[in-house]
């Protein structure tokens, strides 16, 4: 009989989320007040990266507009009145994970402030590490935040540059700025769209008709019907006018690049490129790798859904295990939910993931998860698939042990509370109960997204949340230390 111990797992709870998307158009063929409506369909279809807000600033030749709210795209820019609301040929839009800043309205992007220059919005994908430094320097000088978000940094810093043009302003803020950016920028002379010189968070570019587009994720331009063209790259600063010129600057020179490279794990939707590759291409390659070095007898590959499906097809192919669906995902549990009486709150049908006892009994199963955070979901999932008969339950991971925090825009639990910042392998296989768990190498993973293996002496990708090799100074964190040390008081010994 099946033991409901677990009726509302999710198996999307214990997962690094990816904190935000960008959307930006500019451009006669977004039409005179269309703009704002390709930027919700592009933001829509960047949902997976944030679900928390969501805002959209138009600018119609004369004036800015601004839409914000909390919830999904479809929940605040589904109706042709919320879109009126935006007229105008270019539009930039945020979705949003609240990382640094917390959540709330103050904090929902784009933010916009109007400077001596003009108007300007901002919005941004990542995170600055070394904001509160910042952001204590210019409290001094008397600026006056209207936010906790880090963005608003870079607001300040451009109103406060000396340098001519909006470029320089813009380049003179962010050659302060340490950590991962990439910023879609409007202005009333055009758009401007740029990464941090190591390139850590992604932004592509796309042309609609004649008009240019910007997005975190190719997927974006799917949706809307619009030609990916290409990423931009590390450090570059792109500006686009109104009259469609485009012109490129690099101001930070040419430096190695350490792009994300949990984007090809698990950040980017599936249906994206990224960094020139398939990313359900390299999440097969990464399962095929894993199965190089992580084999294992059993009867079949499992995924977790969703996010494992590629890297379990790519493992089924490489050892020749089948392939099944052993964990079935319900698409009508939300948190709408009412939750009934005791008598039927442990039935099934309130279960997000169930397991699919016709294909589990007396198998032994391979699960296959991209990653594993706290490991109390990888817990349940081994459980449940036990209560449904499986014989022996293997756990095998599309990426290494996460054992660091991020601080380039992706909420982490802190170092604590990461399953493999605080135990070996041994232990993290007891604490999920499995037969047995083993995680791709750090080598595998840069095998599998086509590299012969990681550069020690210089890593192509940033994989500190893996490795603790973090690409940039972390001042913020330094200075939170720092702060905290001279807090606790050292205190003798009560005899
Ligand atoms: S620390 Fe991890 S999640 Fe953060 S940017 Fe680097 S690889 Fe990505």
Redesign the pocket.
């Known amino acids: 009989m099946t033991n409901f111990t677990h009726p509302f797992l999710d198996l999307d709870g214990d997962k690094?989320r990816?904190e935000c998307g960008v959307f930006g158009i500019i451009g006669n063929s977004a039409g005179s007040n269309m703009a704002a409506s390709v930027c919700a369909l592009g933001l829509h279809a960047l949902q997976h990266r944030g679900q928390e807000a969501v805002g959209i600033t138009s600018f119609d030749g004369a004036e800015f507009f601004t839409s914000r709210g909390l919830g999904h795209v479809a929940e605040n820019f589904s109706s042709a009145e919320s879109l009126a609301e935006l007229p105008g040929h270019m539009a930039a839009g945020h979705v949003r994970y609240s990382t640094t800043g917390g959540a709330g309205m103050r904090n929902v992007q784009p933010l916009y402030a109007d400077l001596a220059s003009g108007g300007f919005a901002v919005a941004h994908n990542g995170n600055i590490s070394n904001a509160r430094k910042l952001r204590q320097e210019l409290v001094q000088k008397g600026a006056i935040f209207q936010s906790t978000s880090d963005t608003e940094v870079i607001i300040h810093l451009v109103a406060t540059s000396r340098y001519p043009t909006m470029l320089d302003k813009l380049v003179d803020a962010l050659r302060l700025v340490e950590g991962?950016y990439a910023l879609i920028v409007m202005t009333p002379r055009g758009m401007m769209a740029c990464r941090d010189p190591l390139g850590?968070?992604p932004l592509v570019m796309g042309k609609l008709g004649d008009a240019t587009v910007f997005a975190s994720e190719t997927v974006a331009f799917d949706v809307v019907g619009a030609e990916f063209v290409r990423q931009v790259e590390p450090g570059e600063f792109v500006e686009v006018d109104f009259d469609g010129t485009v012109r490129t600057h690099r101001p930070f020179g040419v430096i190695s690049p350490?792009p994300?490279?949990?984007?090809h794990v698990y950040?980017s939707r599936p249906d994206s490129i990224f960094n020139q590759r398939s990313v359900y291409a390299s999440r097969r390659s990464i399962g095929a790798e894993l199965a190089r070095e992580e084999p294992v007898e059993a009867d079949l590959v499992l995924p977790v859904p969703d996010s494992g499906v590629p890297a379990a097809i790519g493992y089924s192919q490489e050892s020749g295990i089948p392939f099944e669906l052993g964990i079935i995902r319900s698409h009508y549990v939300g948190r709408t939910f009412i939750q009934p009486g005791d008598a039927t709150r442990h039935s099934s049908v309130a279960r997000k993931h169930n397991a699919n006892r016709a294909i589990v009994e007396g198998k032994r199963i391979v699960l296959i998860d991209d990653s594993i955070v706290r490991g109390t979901t990888s817990l349940k999932i081994v459980q449940m698939m036990r209560d449904a008969g499986a014989k022996e339950v293997h756990f095998r991971v599309a990426s290494p042990p996460?054992g660091?925090?991020?601080?380039?825009?992706?909420d982490?639990p802190e170092r604590s509370k990461l399953l493999a910042g605080r135990m070996d392998l041994a232990a993290m296989r007891e604490f999920i109960q499995a037969d047995s768990l083993a995680f791709i190498s750090i080598d595998g993973l840069y095998r599998a997204v086509g590299l012969p293996g990681r550069d020690n002496a210089c890593p192509q990708?940033?994989?500190?949340?893996?490795t603790g090799d973090?690409?940039t100074t972390l001042t913020d964190l330094a200075l939170k230390r720092e702060q905290e040390a001279q807090l606790n008081l050292p205190v003798g010994k009560v005899a």
């Open positions: 690094l990816e991962a850590i968070r350490r994300c490279i949990f984007e950040f996460t660091h925090g991020c601080y380039y825009g992706v982490t990708y940033c994989d500190a949340c893996f973090y690409p």
